[in-house]
């Protein structure tokens, strides 16, 4: 059972515009929050992360906002540039469920120049 | 700095054969490992993880089996590959002394494909 949903398989945005990638998840419990970004051939790597208690983090161009009577958090970047052009996970955890981190499909983002 | 390594890049074997994959972490010590699977149209499942040396958690039931024979090295097998074991495989650590998990990111390497014919 996918915990975390990411709906939007693919996204292209022109270079300067504001890239924004969803993520709806279902468990309550989570309570951690993070997203990846993932080159062809590469492992993810860890991009920016959010604790529940807050509802908004951001680094740089990057930006988180959560939403948890929703049960949605989303990801900001602005301006996009091509190099961000990668797939990103969305992922989650929660404190009491051990070492899990649970997952979304991902979202293949594309910006043109 | 920290580095993980993985390998192999891509491997391709026949249904039954046995299965070894290798990962080792660089610049730390006593990390948290993980071995997590990505299916085609999955995302990335939790296969096993480890907090120590000799100590090994499994996350699902599964073909698959992992070890931890040194402090910084960890090992995913299977005596026999089951057509469903095709998937990418990535390794992956995180701090396993301050703050615990939920303040150290996963980082990861940069996986095997496997195909399973």
């Known amino acids: 059972d996918q915990q975390v949903k990411q709906n939007s398989p693919s996204l292209s945005v022109q270079e300067g515009r504001i890239s924004i990638l969803n993520c709806d998840y279902t468990n309550s419990m989570f309570d951690y929050f993070l997203w990846y970004k993932k080159y062809p051939a590469e492992g993810p790597t860890f991009l920016i992360s959010?604790?529940?208690?807050?509802d908004k983090n951001e680094d740089g161009r990057f930006t988180v906002f959560l939403n948890k009577s929703a049960k949605h958090l989303s990801l900001h970047i602005v301006p996009s540039q091509p190099g961000d052009s990668a797939v990103y996970f969305c992922?989650?955890?929660?404190?009491?469920?051990?070492?899990?981190?649970?997952f979304g499909k991902g979202t293949s983002l594309l910006v043109t120049p | 700095s920290q580095t993980i390594h993985q390998w192999p890049a891509t491997l391709v074997q026949p249904v039954g054969s046995p299965l070894s994959l290798e990962c080792t972490v660089e610049g730390t010590s006593n990390p948290n490992l993980y071995w997590y699977r990505q299916a085609a149209g999955r995302g990335l499942q939790l296969l096993f993880y480890s907090v120590g040396i000799g100590q090994i958690s499994s996350e699902v039931p599964q073909n698959l089996s992992a070890s931890r024979p040194q402090d910084r090295q960890f090992i995913l097998s299977s005596k026999k590959l089951l057509l469903s074991d095709s998937g990418f495989y990535l390794c992956?650590?995180?701090?396993?002394?301050?703050?615990?998990?939920?303040?150290?990111?996963?980082?990861f390497g940069n996986g095997t494909r496997l195909t399973v014919t």
């Open positions: 992922a989650a955890s929660a404190t009491d469920s051990g070492y899990a981190l649970n």
């Open positions: 992956a650590w995180s701090g396993g002394q301050t703050g615990g998990f939920y303040n150290s990111p996963l980082h």
């Open positions: 959010i604790s529940s208690i807050k």
